[in-house]
């Protein structure tokens, strides 16, 4: 009598043979016993021999306590790697973002030096995010003519984002443009009309305003890219320690020199009286 093929269907069990013609026709079997499926394979009696359970599933050497499954003993097997989406990458803020506090360290530690950096940063980061070719070296070197559009800019991302922040962005980019000018003007004033040194101390109220301009955008900044206390930067990294010690430094210096050109100019003239 022909044996029958192993099948698996709802209406019958995929079951083993009687025992004595199952391994006459294990070679007929196997092909069909592999593609049985779990549905199936969970309707095996836990205490199926372990010679059929090898004959009917190749690799699969065992069953699971409950009877449920195959556990796939086959060191030729596979690894199977169990896969992972990657992580949602943040998306980078729309402006350059970092803490008040250390924009006026940087800003004084580098004699001013730091605003070149400060607009790159802003308008590189804004081209990113606009798509726009902004050129950020460039409005960076003429501040003075970019100044307004950048306020601008973070004022109307503040819009859209219906935010309650209320600053002045034209009159601090103004104040900030009257003050780079002003700099620029005492520090060419000729030497008889006006020393170095009365020239720098005339600088500093002005360089102090421009702070404040900077320090304004900047807050709105970072209130438009959704970190008002900047926690993304605010910490001091070792090429920002170098420039603070450069720049105290630098400030040693300017005071030394200053007492020294005072204490100089005050003998001279005592001894002019004198005589």
């Known amino acids: 009598m022909p044996a029958a093929p192993l099948c698996c269907s709802p209406a019958a069990d995929c079951a083993p043979a009687p025992g004595g013609w199952l391994a006459k026709i294990s070679t007929r079997v196997l092909p069909a016993a592999s593609s049985c499926s779990k549905r199936a394979v969970g309707k095996l009696p836990g205490n199926t021999p372990q010679p059929i359970l090898r004959l009917l599933f190749p690799g699969k050497e065992s069953m699971s306590d409950d009877g449920s499954e195959l556990v796939d003993n086959n060191v030729y097997a596979p690894t199977q790697v169990a896969l992972t989406s990657a992580p949602a990458t943040q998306p980078l803020p729309p402006f350059y973002v ?22 790159w940063r802003h308008w590189k980061r804004y081209g990113i995010d606009s798509g726009q070719r902004l050129y950020p070296v460039w409005r960076s ?35 900030y443009v009257v003050t780079v000018i002003l700099m620029h003007v005492v520090s060419r004033l000729p030497e008889p009309l006006l020393s170095a040194q009365l020239a720098f101390a005339l600088t500093l109220l002005p360089w102090a305003a421009q702070i404040v301009a900077m320090v304004q955008a900047q807050r709105a ?55």
Not at 100 to 109: F, I, P
Not at 144 to 172: E, V
Request: aromatic share 14%; proline share 2%; charged share 10%.
């Open 141 to 175: 070197l003429f501040a003075i003519f970019f100044a307004h559009s950048l306020n601008r800019a973070i004022d109307q991302r503040l819009q859209d984002q219906h935010s309650r922040h209320r600053w002045s962005p034209g009159a601090w980019a103004t104040l």
């Open 98 to 119: 970092v803490s008040t506090t250390k924009l006026v360290l940087l800003s004084l530690a580098t004699l001013g030096m730091y605003s070149l950096y400060w607009f």
């Open 221 to 275: 900044a970072n209130i438009a890219c959704g970190d008002p206390s900047a926690r993304q930067n605010r910490r001091l990294s070792l090429a920002n320690g170098c420039w603070l010690l450069v720049g105290g430094l630098l400030w040693l210096l300017i005071v030394f020199d200053a007492i020294y050109v005072y204490r100089a100019s005050t003998e001279t003239m005592m001894l002019t009286v004198a005589f």
